[in-house]
C-alpha cells in the first residue's frame, strides 16, 4: 500500500525512533509526531482540516488502535499495514529512499 496524496501522516513511534529514521525523510507528505497516549486521551489535537490521516507505527500494531480512536473523535483515520518496514519496502518498489 502506498500513501495517497493528500493524506497527513501520524507518526506513533518513541522519539528516538523518530529521530533514527524520519518519515519525513520517506515522503513528501506531512508529518505529525503524536502518541498513542495523547490520542487515547483526546489530545492530540488533530483536526479535520489536515485531511485523510494515515497512523504508522514502528510494526503496524499501534496504528490500528489509534486510527480507531481518531475515527471515535470523528476523523478520517486509516493505518498503515505492517508499519514502517512496509513502507519503507514500499519505498524501495517505487525507487524512493
Excluded: F, K, W
Aim: aromatic letters at 2%; hydrophobic letters at 40%.
Amino acid at each position: 500500500m502506498s500513501l495517497p496524496d493528500g493524506v497527513t501522516v501520524i507518526d506513533l513511534r518513541p522519539a528516538d525512533l523518530r529521530s533514527a529514521l524520519p518519515l519525513a525523510a520517506m515522503t513528501p507528505l506531512p508529518v505529525r509526531a503524536v502518541t498513542l497516549d495523547q490520542i487515547e486521551n483526546g489530545e492530540h489535537g488533530l483536526t479535520p482540516d489536515l485531511g485523510p490521516l494515515v497512523v504508522v507505527c514502528e510494526r503496524g500494531v499501534r496504528s490500528r488502535l489509534a486510527a480507531r480512536y481518531l475515527q471515535a473523535d470523528g476523523l478520517e483515520a486509516s493505518a498503515y499495514p505492517g508499519g514502517v518496514p512496509a513502507l519503507l519496502a514500499e519505498g524501495t518498489q517505487n525507487g524512493q529512499t
